[in-house]
């Protein structure tokens, strides 16, 4: 138990660091801020009662200026296996398409992963890296993109209700026409967790993003999130 606390500490300070990350941008760069909504419903499942075998569906939906127009959306399906208590890996594939103002963005993306979680009866801590190819239209090669996230969650008031914080940041291995390697962006997230049902939870919270790109168009996204957990 003293163990899994010591996780937790080191955790919630790997957290703060990602914090630190995501609003310690450089004071020269020019930066936009804008309100955006992110949703998301996330279906997932054993393959098997006893199986070591998981699956997961997701549907995202992200807009820009507020809700006032639509930004992205997905579909991602996510096949991983536990390889012991505390370790899974997985493979994915994801289509999308986004929406700039400049015209339409269509996105095959190939997906790899690795998590590790820690947890006891009163927090859970956990690592996902993650690997993409990214084939997206308009860039003359595959984008690849590594993905580092930390998450800690914790109970609050009652049986059903857990805070959340988490801290992702995203670098890009390679450089095509378009994008240069070098650091992508960062995702800060804070939020409330609550079980709905024996199957069914939700979580809401804010996300602070920053993205790099062209030096005028650097940004600060200001994030509603909401997503809905369905297991089966």
Do not use: C
């Amino acid at each position: 138990m003293t163990r899994i606390q010591s996780v937790g500490a080191s955790g919630a300070r790997t957290v703060l660091l990602f914090v630190a990350l995501g609003v310690s941008v450089p004071a020269s760069a020019q930066t936009e801020t804008e309100p955006r909504l992110w949703t998301a419903v996330s279906v997932q499942g054993r393959m098997g009662s006893d199986s070591p075998w998981r699956w997961a569906a997701d549907s995202l939906i992200r807009t820009r200026s507020g809700a006032g127009s639509l930004d992205s959306m997905a579909e991602w399906f996510t096949v991983s296996r536990d390889v012991t208590e505390r370790t899974s890996i997985g493979i994915g594939y994801a289509y999308g398409a986004g929406f700039p103002d400049s015209g339409p963005v269509r996105e095959h993306r190939f997906v790899q992963q690795y998590t590790w979680k820690a947890g006891a009866a009163r927090s859970v801590v956990s690592f996902r890296t993650r690997v993409e190819e990214r084939f997206v239209s308009g860039h003359d090669a595959m984008l690849i993109r590594v993905r580092q996230q930390v998450r800690v969650t914790w109970p609050l008031a009652g049986k059903t209700l857990r805070g959340v914080v988490s801290g992702e940041v995203l670098i890009r291995a390679n450089s095509t026409a378009r994008a240069a390697r070098g650091f992508d962006s960062s995702r800060v997230f804070v939020g409330i967790g609550s079980k709905v049902t024996e199957r069914n939870r939700i979580e809401v919270g804010y996300v602070n993003v920053y993205s790099s790109g062209a030096r005028s168009r650097r940004q600060f996204s200001h994030v509603l999130s909401a997503t809905l957990v369905v297991s089966m």
